[in-house]
Every structure is written in C-alpha cells, then in structure tokens.
C-alpha cells in the first residue's frame, strides 16, 4: 500500500520556524519526485516547491524562495521542508506528493499524503 504521511506541522509565532517532513512507503522511493503543496482555506491548492528522484535538482516558487528549503533522505524514504521566517499567510494545509521521474506538472502527481496543519500566528 502506498503512503505518504505528512508530520512536523503546528503553531508557531510569525518569524519561527518548523521543518516538516513526508514519510513515503509501497513504491520505489528513489524513482520519484516529490512535491510540497499548501491549501489555505477559501484558497487554491498552491505548489511550493519539488525535488526531483535522480539529480536532486531543487524547485520553488517565489513566495517561499529563500525561506524554506526542500531536501530528501532516500535511505530513510523521507523528505523534508524546512520552513524558516514564517509569515501568517503561511498557514495552511500542507501535503506531500509524489509522482515518477523529474520534477513536473502538477498533473503528474500520483499519490499524495493526508496533509499537515501549519498555523502562524502574528
């Protein structure tokens, strides 16, 4: 069975910081990009950032470049975001996603996590 369990999530004050962290297993973990997404509520889906399966190449969108930095551990199935200088327009859902390959479209991610909480207060 495939998962992806999201954790690290919670309250913190705006300019702390939290590193979250995406557990996968039931695939070939290394094969597989895997993606950062955030939903707040009344708020689209936003992608954040990826980091491809071979080369580790690193993406992010403007709104967190320079905050939060993506990495993964293949040895331990895990992928992580560090979040740092967080900002209240942070809070949201944040879910973890996986898809084959490189870094793509949204539209190539197969399998995506539960999702964890994230609330900054100012």
């Known amino acids: 069975e495939v998962q992806l369990v999201e954790s690290g999530g919670g309250l913190v004050q705006a300019g702390g910081s939290l590193r979250l962290s995406c557990a996968a297993s039931?695939?070939?973990?290394?094969?597989?990009?895997i993606g950062w997404f955030r939903q707040a509520p009344g708020k689209e889906r936003e992608g954040l950032s990826c980091?491809?399966?071979?080369?580790?190449?690193?993406y992010y969108t403007d709104s967190v470049k320079g905050r939060f930095t993506i990495s993964r551990d293949n040895a331990k199935n895990t992928v992580y975001l560090q979040m740092n200088s967080l900002r209240p327009e942070d809070t949201a859902v944040y879910y973890c996603?996986?898809?084959?390959?490189?870094?793509?479209?949204?539209?190539?991610?197969?399998?995506w996590g539960q999702g964890t909480q994230v609330t900054v207060s100012s």
């Open positions: 039931g695939f070939t973990f290394d094969d597989y990009a």
């Open positions: 980091i491809s399966s071979s080369n580790g190449r690193t």
């Open positions: 996603a996986a898809h084959i390959g490189e870094c793509g479209s949204v539209r190539r991610y197969t399998y």
